[in-house]
């Protein structure tokens, strides 16, 4: 299932809106390093992928922007292990 995702920068956050439920990846930055602190799908949505989908875009937009990543948001940490090309991203803990 391929669904629309928007950058929403004020409120720090990508963003889906599927089935009149929104899902979001929330961030904050510090630095050069973006703290991926929460990803959120309603329950409704659940097994359609689009947490991978919203963290997908966050770091296809990290590696843009020439960032890197902490993730604190345990379903992050989990989507950059099985996903080893993304682990050049990963900011090492300060």
Known sequence: MTITISHNSQARRFE???DSMLSVCDYRR????????????????????IAGQLV?????????E????????SYVA????????TLDLHAAKS
Not at 66 to 73: D, E
């Open 16 to 18: 889906a809106e599927v």
């Open 30 to 49: 510090d630095g050069d390093v973006v703290v991926m602190h929460h990803t959120e799908v309603p329950p409704a949505l659940n097994g359609r992928g």
């Open 56 to 64: 997908a875009a966050a770091l296809t937009w990290v590696r843009a």
């Open 66 to 73: 020439g960032l890197r990543v902490r993730p604190s948001c």
């Open 78 to 85: 989990a989507y950059m292990q099985r996903h080893p090309e």
